[in-house]
């Protein structure tokens, strides 16, 4: 039994070691959304590995419901990833789309994000986005539009529950 059990204590390192050594993109894949951090530079306090890991798949995990929820028009999904004034800003493009008898497709194509600021206390996170996105607008199932972009977001993040969500994403002319 103690051999089996150091046997898969063993394992358990190998496996830890060989996450850790992917490159952080690779392990955001559960996302959907190719989400890359750099948290280097954060001020005023530095951002803990284990933190990064969270922020990114929880960042990516806000994209691909944010892309959900604008293409299904389902407002009630926001609640998994977003608060605040991204919430309700997201909840009236929904809204006003749906209206209009129009939804809107996200293509994703990779996130570069820097986290500039991170709170003393850990309460906020700043991070700047250059998201390579294909945004189609469709009529029915009709691709009415489509557009291939780079856009930069400044995005606001805070913990809740066991969770980062997303408070702000504002798209901002080039960094």
Do not use: C
Not at 103 to 126: L, Q
């Amino acid at each position: 039994m103690r051999l089996r059990t150091g046997r898969l204590l063993l394992l358990g390192l190998l496996a830890g070691m060989v996450a850790a050594s992917l490159p952080r993109s690779l392990r955001a894949a559960e996302s959907g959304f190719s989400v890359s951090i750099d948290a280097s530079h954060a001020q005023p306090r530095q951002v803990e590995e284990a933190t990064v890991a969270v922020l990114q798949r929880d960042y990516g995990l806000a994209w691909r419901t944010m892309a959900k929820a604008l293409e299904e028009n389902r407002p009630e999904l926001l609640n998994a990833a977003f608060v605040g004034i991204a919430k309700d800003k997201l909840t009236q493009a929904i809204s006003n789309q749906a209206s209009n008898g129009l939804r809107r497709r996200y293509i994703d194509r990779g996130h570069t994000v820097r986290v500039v600021f991170y709170s003393i206390d850990g309460s906020a996170i700043e991070m700047h986005d250059t998201a390579r996105i294909e945004i189609q607008l469709l009529d029915g199932d009709k691709v009415v539009h489509s557009e291939k972009a780079t856009m930069f977001y400044v995005a606001l993040m805070s913990p809740a529950e066991n969770s980062w969500k997303v408070r702000a994403l504002q798209s901002v002319p080039g960094f």
